[in-house]
């Protein structure tokens, strides 16, 4: 997750130059993920702050019948999640999260029905990423946690 908060930065530097904490939240398949980080001024250092967690399985019977759609109660634990999310991205001071949507988010022929209730809701749009901004985004994150005492390292 902090990979994909220093990849969005520089894109959006202009909106968070003068905010002190920024929330990234991932809508994914099975779970909901934010992280809080504090950023330096010149947005080159970040700091968590806070991380949190939950499941929502959004994906819950998305294959079921002919058409893949998001149903109406995996919608509902995920939209009441991103309020609670938003409360706390409050208390840090990050009042405009980043939100990212990947899986079957990204699939569903429903997917514009939930990022305008998403926004309707809390005023904020969702991204929603193609499969190879996810992996890309998933292997640099990994790739950043490995190694950090600078040691050769073997793949």
Known sequence: MIY???LLLPQNYEMIKNKESI???KAGSNSIRMLIAEKSD????????????AITRISEDFNAGTRETLKPLPVERSVRVLGE???IAKTFGAVNPFIVATGVIRQALNRGDFVSLVSRKFGEDIRII???EEAYFTCKGVLSSLNRDGTPLRV
Do not use: N
């Open 4 to 6: 994909l908060v220093r």
């Open 23 to 25: 929330a990234v939240i």
């Open 42 to 53: 010149s947005c080159s250092y970040l700091r968590e702050l806070y991380r949190k967690s």
């Open 85 to 87: 999310f938003f409360d």
């Open 130 to 132: 193609s499969g190879e």
